[in-house]
């Protein structure tokens, strides 16, 4: 039986890691694919264009309000495969923990690694597991490797955005941020706000066959105002947006308000940047709201033939540069 | 440009992030594959069954004699793709970075995952980076997903293996743990070793397709013996090794004897372990010995119907169990 907290001794390569990696990720992940045994494991992938990415996690707290860094690090990389236009199929996961975490804290995570990999119809069929000294790694790290398939000849990127292209987004931005920030006592407030971490699988898969859908992402890391500088900068084209129509939910708003943050540079988890034609941008927003995950879905901007800056036309008819992001408003939100 | 200590805005997807990753890993790591602007990199694959695993790195120092932290990532994971009879192709890299690196350390990490990867034909074409607190990451963790590919029906694992069958190492075993060790200055020894830390995918296409071959492994955590218990664990045999048989280098012996360490625990980076039908041990002797890399192999070993449990046969004539490992005697050591 595994002990109540993990030891040095559960990274070893002997006995201890054995039954940790049996007990608690096997008997969770558990599927044909995993063979704990093996150095490599055999993926059966069908036809279409392969895809490949990874990412690491190091959220602060590794729970918050609608997920944990499990699901997190499973969302991320589902993600990131689905708004390349694939179809998300494989997975691996790293794990480096913090000597003394709780058993219990891990097998929550692991849970949720296996709950949100299950929902987005992925299987995680390789791992591996560190155990690093008291004090590092802050509990745990993760870092998920993604495998998956995009219909052959598929073509998206920020190269094929062009002048007049709109920009759609999914859902209200800022959740997820607004969510994990509340959860750390440091801010002394509580609100009923839950991360939007979830797959955006359904969001791309009902667009990508659309002509004239040029580039999809999500707006983790540094949010939507982020994305819109990378299309600026591979365009070398302006972005005008709209603040009145970018879908921002009330209780995140009053709290940026309270704290001095901007919804645009906060991260979301489960929403999708798309830049479609502008002929084709009504029926992508149609397809969008038809989903429960897209039913705020909004036409918030337009890329435009002028200097590459990113600006944001307010509700009071004024004209606002949003910067690239240089200090990090909120470090470990994924 | 990029400062010369890592500072937590470089992970915070903004600018510092784009110029640490443009100007660090892209410009070294750099190749048509690498697009550091998509979420997803598409991956063109040869024909035949495709492989897939993950490993993560936490090693200290993280120089050492023979390699460092991205060596060694490169490395482990080309092995372990190996080792299953593929061919590796493909690798991501996550790296989380300790605020306060020196940026001069980190690149020379990254020119040696750069190195590593054209040495074994693979390239790195998806990456993330982190950066946490001062005190967490003890400087830099890595993690290495492979993707590699290998001839169709090439069946190779613990349970192909039966009674009668040799095992064999392709050389000296224990040189990476001891020198990794040495490195550390706790031990306030220095010698001349230098890690085995090597891609040995050589070695393995030698041998993949000898019929008789049943199972390759690389000795890494918990070194051969730890190997010799996973098949007995798994095929109910007996494993008799021959201590006379078993290649160690004079001074990785002499270091194990003063410090009270045992060369068959310690682990190996750039060997493999072979179990092979006893009619054609000598066969793969033979192509191992024609390589650079295997001219120090041997048959060391023999599978038994016997109760499972790994007998040292000693020099002098006795015979001595090899337990499983429980305290790891050397964490960190990958």
Chains 1, 2 share one sequence.
Not at 135 to 153: H, K
């Amino acid at each position: 039986m595994i002990d109540s907290r993990i030891s040095l001794a559960h990274g070893n390569g002997g006995r201890f890691m054995r039954e940790l990696i049996e007990e608690l990720f096997a008997a969770h992940l558990g599927n044909p694919g995993l063979d704990v045994q093996a150095d490599a494991v055999r993926i059966a992938l069908p036809p279409g264009d392969v895809m490949f990415t990874t990412d690491g996690f190091t959220v602060q707290p590794l729970e918050f309000p609608g997920g944990n860094i499990g699901s997190l690090a499973v969302h991320g990389t589902v993600n990131d495969l689905s708004v390349s236009g694939a179809d998300p199929l494989y997975l691996s996961l790293n794990v480096f923990i913090e000597e003394g975490l709780e058993v219990a804290l891990l097998e929550r995570v692991i849970r949720a690694v296996a709950a949100a990999a299950e929902e987005a119809s992925v299987r995680v069929v390789a791992g591996d597991t560190k155990v690093v000294r008291r004090g590092e790694a802050a509990g745990l790290y993760l870092a998920t490797t993604g495998i998956g398939v995009r219909p052959a000849g598929l073509e998206l990127g920020l190269g094929r955005i062009g002048a007049g292209d709109r920009l759609l987004v999914s859902g209200p931005v800022g959740d997820h941020g607004t969510a994990v920030m509340l959860a750390r006592e440091e801010f002394g407030m509580r609100g009923d706000l839950a991360s939007d971490a979830a797959s955006v699988h359904p969001l791309t898969r009902a667009v990508r066959d659309l002509p004239g859908l040029r580039f999809m992402r999500d707006p983790t890391r540094g949010g939507l105002a982020t994305v819109a500088h990378e299309i600026c900068r591979a365009t070398g084209l302006g972005l005008r947006l709209d603040e009145t129509a970018i879908p921002v939910r009330d209780p995140v708003r009053s709290v940026c308000e309270i704290l001095g943050y901007d919804p645009m540079y906060l991260a979301c988890e489960g929403r999708v940047v798309a830049a479609v034609a502008a002929d084709r941008a009504d029926e992508a927003l149609a397809r969008w709201r038809a989903l429960p995950s897209g039913r705020d879905a909004a036409i918030i901007g337009e890329v435009r033939a002028e200097a590459p800056r990113v600006v944001l036309h307010t509700e009071l008819g004024g004209q606002r540069i949003l910067e690239e992001l240089e200090d990090d408003p909120l470090p470990r939100i994924c």
